[in-house]
């Protein structure tokens, strides 16, 4: 049997020979728990990245279609952000009504970024 006597033992236990034929305990890393913590970090990162990001396509909608001041600092800083986001589908469908245009248009960017949000976390968690 083994005696632990402030940190070091006198057994048969693995870890580092010290002076004086001492073994001293090594600290062990459960790397599974923190490879699970590192996953699910990056996964929440990749929802509130994609969440935000159909978040901001529907302020964009709601501006455009509730008749919002376009000289306004917060509807322009919403329109310059909504715009790369909104990948190809700015200009998928064209009707005749600008209004409508962007309902449709940044509505379905704003899904497709939570459909493809929704996919990834559940990609990366399968790697969990």
Excluded: C, Y
């Excluded at 002076?19 to 090594?26: A, C, K, Q, S, V």
């Excluded at 917060?74 to 962007?102: C, G, H, K, N």
């Amino acid at each position: 049997m083994s005696e632990n006597v402030g940190g070091t033992t006198t057994g048969e236990q693995d870890g580092e020979l010290s002076r004086g034929g001492r073994r001293r305990l090594r600290a062990t890393h459960d790397w599974a728990k923190a490879r699970g913590q590192v996953v699910g970090v990056v996964a929440a990162v990749a929802r509130w990245a994609g969440t935000l990001a159909a978040l901001l396509l529907a302020a964009h909608v709601v501006l455009t279609v509730g008749g919002a001041n376009p000289d306004n600092a917060i509807t322009r800083f919403v329109a310059d952000w909504s715009q790369p986001l909104a990948l190809d589908f700015e200009d998928l469908f064209t009707p005749e009504d600008p209004q409508l245009a962007v309902l449709v248009n940044f509505g379905l960017a704003a899904i497709f970024w939570l459909i493809l949000t929704s996919i990834a976390v559940r990609i990366i968690k399968a790697f969990g």
